[in-house]
């Protein structure tokens, strides 16, 4: 199985999850064999400016990828994924290592679009139009998504301190 992931870094697996697949700089390749780290690859994402809708689903499906992981992406992008064939989860954060193991282990399944794709009326597949906002709407969406993963691994924390 191949699995992508949207990250903001060249690390390998120690990359850290984008919050937003398609505004993501690179993405990470992992092939698994089971549970088990066969290969590693990060990978420039071509269209890191500026995408139009289907080209970064396209581009990951032309990885050949099974899975997308992700922190979060737009309601078209998730049903491009479907039509793919490539399976699509949001919410992942932290590493590469840590979207991962929450994934195989059941805990990162499915995808919602993002507040900003729903807010914008593209939740819905037959919505048309730009989809893009300017650098201080995605910075304040990215912003929010990290504040709640920072609450959520606050909250994991406690209940392993107590």
Do not use: W
């Amino acid at each position: 199985m191949r699995v992508a992931v949207s990250v903001d870094n060249n690390n390998g697996l120690d990359s850290v999850v984008s919050p937003h697949f398609g505004r993501c700089p690179y993405f990470v390749l992992v092939d698994l064999e089971g549970r088990e780290v066969k290969d590693v690859n990060t990978i420039t994402n071509p269209y890191y400016g500026h995408h139009q809708p289907g080209q970064v689903p396209g581009f990951i499906h032309s990885q050949q990828a099974d899975v997308m992981l992700t922190g979060g992406m737009g309601g078209r992008a998730i049903a491009f994924f479907e039509q793919f064939g490539v399976r699509a989860a949001t919410g992942a954060y932290g590493t590469v290592r840590n979207a991962l193991e929450q994934y195989l282990s059941g805990q990162l399944q499915g995808a919602e679009p993002c507040r900003e794709s729903v807010e914008h009326g593209h939740g819905d597949v037959l919505a048309t139009g730009e989809y893009e906002q300017d650098e201080v709407g995605r910075l304040r969406e990215e912003a929010e998504m990290l504040q709640r993963q920072l609450a959520e691994v606050s909250k994991r924390l406690n209940r392993l301190e107590n």
